[in-house]
Nanobody, 120 residues
Framework: VQLQASGGGLVAAGGSLRLSCAAS????????MGWFRQAPGKEREFVAT???????YYAESVKGRFTISRDNAKNTVYLQMNSLKPEDTAVYYC???????????????WGQGTLVTVSS
């Protein structure tokens, strides 16, 4: 599975961005797809995940502001980010795995990351 993330950029606090992650391979529809992020000087942290049944799970820090969704026909997972805060600034990574989990060790495939910068 190869993953290609896009959609990052510079946005003012309170604004919105939508990240996309296009996946190759026929196993996308059955894969658990997650988003993680890594801020400068910090460890990678879980953001959101969605399984093949479209069940979702979010980190507390983004709950109510971010929405993960997936389009299995397009082999794409999205992260809609609203009410962005400066502390959301990070490189965002999409990942694919087989366990519905917020643990990054459960994900086998990773995209290259896309930078999101939120200005105050």
């Amino acid at each position: 599975v190869q993953l290609q993330a896009s959609g990052g950029g510079l946005v003012a606090a309170g604004g919105s961005l939508r990240l996309s992650c296009a996946a190759s391979g026929r196993t996308f529809s059955s894969a658990v797809m997650g988003w993680f992020r890594q801020a400068p000087g910090k460890e990678r942290e879980f953001v959101a995940t969605a399984n093949s049944a479209h069940s979702t799970y979010y980190a507390e820090s983004v709950k109510g502001r971010f929405t993960i969704s997936r389009d299995n026909a397009k082999n794409t997972v999205y992260l809609q980010m609203n009410s962005l805060k400066p502390e959301d600034t990070a490189v965002y990574y999409c990942a694919a795995g087989t366990y519905f989990s917020g643990n990054s060790n459960r994900y086998n495939y990773w995209g290259q990351g896309t930078l999101v910068t939120v200005s105050s």
